[in-house]
């Protein structure tokens, strides 16, 4: 189980994230916090695995809290989900170690792969935000972004569509169930799709598959 804190000064934004994140049943909010402050706090009480972190809070806004937390808790993963795209709060959320930076208008099967991934040990960019990290994030810092490429002659049609049953967090079980074949066969399938793609697990498979739009 995946524990989630939502720090946004917005009730009726943290209550929509938490149904929304909640829908899958490997994440559970265990706190919600209007400011940065409170988000600090919750860290120190709930040791939360991922944080969600507005950037324009009071008190403390979602940068320095951001700070505040990694160096108190580098284990707990920091996602800032925000409404602004600037380039300043991009840089100084990422140089304070957030580890990654989403819009608001992402979908909502995007958010729960995004907080999956995190947890994982993967960083998360919004594709509108890979501009400003080429420009301005220090050369020290090292992005996992993962590339469109052409895939029509890489996948078979099977394939592609046993990626999408993992997007949609099916299990080999079910996968196999609807399909009609072996569990086994669902096994060596991914295996197989894995390393076509060069890729580490269902977590990465189901990324990659977001930001290629394989459907």
Known sequence: MIKVIIADDQEIIREGIKYLVEQDPEIKVIGLAGDG?????LCDNEAPDVVL???V????????STQLIK??????????????????????ALENGADGYILKDIKPSEL????????AGLRILHRDAFPSIVKNVSHKQKFSVIQKVDLTNTLTPREINIINMVVEGKDNKDIANELFISEGTVRNTISIILRKLNLRGRIQLAVFAVKNDIS
């Open 112 to 119: 729960i792969l995004a907080i999956k991934s995190a947890a």
């Open 71 to 92: 160096q108190k808790y580098p284990n707990i993963k920091v996602i800032i989900l925000t409404t602004f795209n600037l380039d300043e709060n991009i840089s100084k």
């Open 57 to 64: 809070m009071p008190k403390l806004d979602g940068v320095e």
């Open 53 to 55: 972190m507005d950037i």
């Open 37 to 41: 402050r409170v988000a600090l706090n």
